[in-house]
């Protein structure tokens, strides 16, 4: 079939990706559209909304549209390594890991958490007899503490394709720190996400007694971060694709 009579057939895999490509530029400049997903998220967000989902049983804190923006960007980039700051009860471990397993081949998720050992907070035990616990090392300290950051470098030798995300404490400095201890690891034309920059726009009254918001949240740190690195940047493409995300200018591509 020549690509003139294909213009018809809505299931060619060429036109079907140009619509994507079509759509999602259209999302981009679609002011109302991207002003109404803001103002959703806020609204759900402060009903808890990111709390509502499982990974193979397991709680994870991410929205939807974010864990198939993960997934596409994983699949693209096929990473040998992943590095996750923050495991909380442990969901985005076991999604990491599920995603690596299906991927095939020798691969790892390092989750570095400053609670681990508290079962209150992580869910340490279920994650360690999960069905893809053999994917996953644990790492308990504080993602800036320079042993958490030279035992993780040390792992980080023995592969070649490395993706990183940075989901713990959410502070400006705490995060500038783990964009600077961990940005160096992540491959050219692989990604370091940092999580829930979604807290620079958050009402105070949404976010409550966190150490966080406004002037001093992962989206400053991001922004103090690439105005000296120009190996990285916003991937708005992902942001525009899925509309509803926590990480707002968060999804960072190496590009050299
Ligand atoms: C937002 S939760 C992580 C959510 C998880 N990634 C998910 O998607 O389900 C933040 C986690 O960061 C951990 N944390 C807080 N401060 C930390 C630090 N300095 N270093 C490492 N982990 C930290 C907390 O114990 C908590 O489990």
């Not at 299906?102 to 007899?129: A, C, M, P």
């Not at 990183?164 to 959410?170: E, G, I, K, R």
């Not at 002037?215 to 922004?223: D, E, I, L, R, Y």
Request: hydrophobic content about 35%; proline content about 4%.
């Amino acid at each position: 079939m020549n690509r003139k009579n294909n213009k018809q057939n809505p299931y060619d895999p060429e036109i079907f990706d140009s619509d994507v490509r079509k759509r999602v530029g259209n999302f981009s400049r679609n002011k109302a559209l991207r002003s109404l997903s803001k103002k959703w998220f806020i609204e759900s967000f402060g009903r808890g909304y990111v709390y509502n989902f499982y990974w193979f049983g397991i709680p994870i804190v991410q929205t939807p549209q974010d864990m198939v923006a993960m997934q596409e960007l994983i699949y693209s980039v096929k990473p040998d390594l992943i590095i996750e700051t923050g495991i909380a009860r442990g969901g985005s471990l076991i999604f990491y890991a599920s995603l690596l397993k299906l991927l095939g081949g020798k691969r790892k998720v390092i989750g570095i958490d400053i609670n681990i050992n508290r079962e209150n907070v992580v869910n340490t035990s279920k994650i360690r007899k999960h069905k893809f616990s053999k994917y996953i090392t644990m790492l308990e300290g504080s993602s800036t503490d320079p042993n958490i950051i030279n035992r993780v470098k040390k792992i980080a030798k023995n592969y070649k394709k490395i993706f990183v995300c940075l989901d713990s404490a959410h502070s400006h400095g705490h995060v500038l720190k783990e964009l600077q201890a961990y940005s160096d690891l992540v491959s050219r034309g692989s990604y370091i996400v940092i999580f829930d920059t979604v807290a620079e726009y958050l009402p105070r009254k949404i976010i409550g007694e966190r150490p966080w918001g406004k002037g001093n949240s992962p989206a400053t740190a991001v922004k103090s971060f690439l105005s000296n690195n120009k190996n990285f940047v916003v991937d708005s493409w992902i942001e525009n694709k899925i509309l509803i995300t926590s990480n707002p200018g968060g999804f960072l591509k190496r590009i050299r």
